[in-house]
């Protein structure tokens, strides 16, 4: 199977992974064969893409990280404020994780906007359990980093939602109110014993920056708590390479631009190396054009460097990236995914990455 944007998906082809409604009921089963008034119906309950079973990729299957039934259990925890709900499905993610031979994950957004802050609190606990993974993390911190990814802005429950998807750039008052959700979220947090110290100063400290320039308490580096670190990193990855309201999604791969970018400054430059080994940039299924013009999908990933998958061409042939000697100069120019970023937006990327933009602010 392999990944098509919805507005690629044609009547006749054959859905390759079953599709959920809103209340994790099964809409569409996988081979069942699209119409138009079915893709429609995808695309009115806010699908951005799917799997498509065809005779290129039929090899290709793709293990799911995270069950529907995981996913929405963690959702529901998440919006409900349940810490035994979320302690149980911290230790299902950690176990999932553990056990998956090569991180080969959905990464790919099949979500609607409904819900943006849970699914992406969602996100960022299976990405941060990812990368402590990669740090050599217990199995204790795996969970406990995993539930700070969960909780990390229960605060935003608090704030207007008026201002969180507000399109546009926000006021100087309206970015203040923002500012306040770490602490909010801590305070959500700070008279439930059975969350532990390292998960609320994770939680607390999520936006503080290397420098000292991030907040609410603007502390540096050698202050900051490691949990934090790890999900300032991967917080800022999955809301820019998420679609919202107010912005287009940026490529994953520009996204870690933007990452790498902030390395020192903003980021831990330890977690940023984890991140690039561990998290893979291009997921498996997703298509691709590559730099000589050929088009083709990712049908695996090398861990010695997440920026060169292996790339199964459209004539069959297939290219390992990192067999530098046949492809030193090959790279991968474009996904295509949903609303991929022209050159003068990729241009813009550049100039923002100067100053801090309204594309970092917290939402
Ligand atoms: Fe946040």
New binding site residues.
């Given amino acids: 199977m392999h990944y098509l944007p919805i507005y690629k998906v044609e009547p006749g082809m054959v859905l390759g992974r079953d599709m959920y409604d809103f209340t994790n009921q099964v809409l569409l089963r996988r081979g069942k064969i699209l119409t138009e008034r079915l893709i429609r119906r995808l695309q009115e309950y806010g699908y951005q893409g799917v799997y498509v079973d065809d005779e290129f990729s039929k090899d290709l299957e793709i293990e799911e990280l995270l069950t529907m039934e995981m996913r929405t259990k963690a959702l529901m925890s998440i919006k409900e404020l349940d810490v035994d709900g979320a302690r149980d499905v911290a230790k299902e993610i950690v176990d999932k994780i553990l056990r998956s031979e090569s991180v080969s994950l959905d990464m790919i957004d099949l979500r609607s906007f409904d819900d943006y802050t849970y699914y992406h609190s969602v996100n960022v606990a299976v990405l941060a359990t990812i990368v402590g993974m990669g740090m050599g993390y217990s199995v204790d911190d795996l969970k406990a980093l995993c539930m700070a990814g969960m909780f990390?802005?229960i605060g935003k429950q608090s704030i207007p939602p008026e201002i969180l998807n507000k399109p546009g750039s926000l006021t100087a008052e309206e970015f203040e109110v923002i500012k306040q959700?770490?602490q909010k979220s801590y305070d959500f947090l700070s008279d439930k014993w059975e969350i532990t110290s390292n998960i609320k100063m994770g939680v607390l400290c999520?936006?503080e920056n290397e420098d000292g320039t991030g907040y609410p308490l603007g502390i540096t580096g050698d202050r900051i708590h490691p949990f934090a670190k790890i999900l300032h990193v991967v917080?800022v990855y999955d809301a820019l390479s998420s679609k919202r309201p107010y912005k287009k999604a940026y490529a994953r791969s520009e996204a870690l631009e933007y990452l790498m970018g902030g390395s020192m400054s903003m980021f831990s430059a330890e977690v940023i190396n984890v991140f690039m080994r561990y998290v893979p940039i291009y997921p498996k299924g997703m298509g691709v054009i590559l730099s000589d013009g050929r088009e083709g999908i990712i049908c695996g990933n090398n861990k010695a460097s997440s920026l060169r998958p292996r790339v199964r061409i459209t004539d069959g042939t297939e290219v390992d990236l990192m067999d530098v000697e046949r492809y030193s100069t090959l790279t991968i120019l474009k996904q295509h995914d949903e609303e991929a970023l022209t050159a003068e937006e990729i241009e813009k990327i550049e100039q923002e990455r100067k100053s801090l933009n309204d594309e970092l602010k917290?939402r």
């Fill in positions: 990390h802005d959700h770490p999520h936006h917080d917290p």
